[in-house]
């Protein structure tokens, strides 16, 4: 699949709209699908930082946690 492609177009994204909680989400889901653990786990707890209060978020970063 294009994963990196889907990391490209999320920084690309990220630039644009820096306090997107979703846009690190999906960067992060992208970096996990390329075993990317840190740069994945950094972008997780980004999203974290951003919105708090946001489920998904915390969801991210636990299936980072446990690939």
Known sequence: REFSAAYALC???IHLNPTSPTLYS???AALLSMNKLPLAL???D???KLDPTWPKA???KASVLEA
Do not use: P
Request: charged fraction near 25%; proline fraction near 0%; avoid cysteine.
């Open 11 to 13: 920084t690309q994204a």
């Open 26 to 28: 999906n960067r992060s």
């Open 46 to 48: 980004q999203a974290i």
């Open 42 to 44: 950094n972008d997780a």
């Open 58 to 60: 915390y969801r991210r």
